[in-house]
Nanobody
C-alpha cells in the first residue's frame, strides 16, 4: 500500500501565505504524478495543481500566479506554496499521487487525509 502524509494547513488572514507538504511512502516503484486538490463545503473536489515526473506543472486558473507546486523526487514529497491567499481559497486540501507500485504494471491513485486551509479576516 501507499500512504500520504500532509502537513502545513492552518488559518491565515487574506493576503498571507501558507506552504503545504505531502510525503508518499510505501510500496512505490515510481511516482508518476503528485498534486493537490481541494474541496470547499458544498462544492465538488477540484484540481488545484499537479506536477508530473517530467516536472511539468499544471494549475487551476483561479490559482495561477499565486500558487507554486514543486516536488522533491528523492524525498517523494510535493509542496504547494500558496501566496496572496483569498477567502475563496478556504477548503480542505487533499494531496494526490499516481504511482506504479512494486511488482505491478498498473498505475494506482492515492489520496491524503486532507488538511484544512482557512483564509478569513
Amino acid at each position: 500500500q501507499v500512504q500520504l502524509v500532509e502537513s502545513g494547513g492552518g488559518s491565515v488572514l487574506p493576503g498571507e501565505s501558507l506552504r503545504l507538504s505531502c510525503t508518499a511512502s510505501g510500496s512505490i516503484f515510481r511516482i508518476n504524478a503528485m498534486g493537490w486538490y481541494r474541496q470547499a463545503p458544498g462544492n465538488q473536489r477540484e484540481l488545484v495543481a499537479i506536477i508530473g515526473s517530467d516536472e511539468i506543472a499544471r494549475y487551476a486558473d483561479s490559482v495561477k500566479g499565486r500558487f507554486t507546486i514543486s516536488r522533491d523526487s528523492a524525498k517523494s514529497t510535493v509542496y504547494l506554496q500558496m501566496n496572496s491567499l483569498r477567502p475563496e481559497d478556504t477548503a480542505v486540501y487533499y494531496c494526490y499521487t499516481q504511482v506504479l507500485r512494486r511488482g505491478t504494471t498498473s498505475l494506482y491513485n492515492y489520496w491524503g487525509q486532507g488538511t484544512q486551509v482557512t483564509v478569513s479576516s
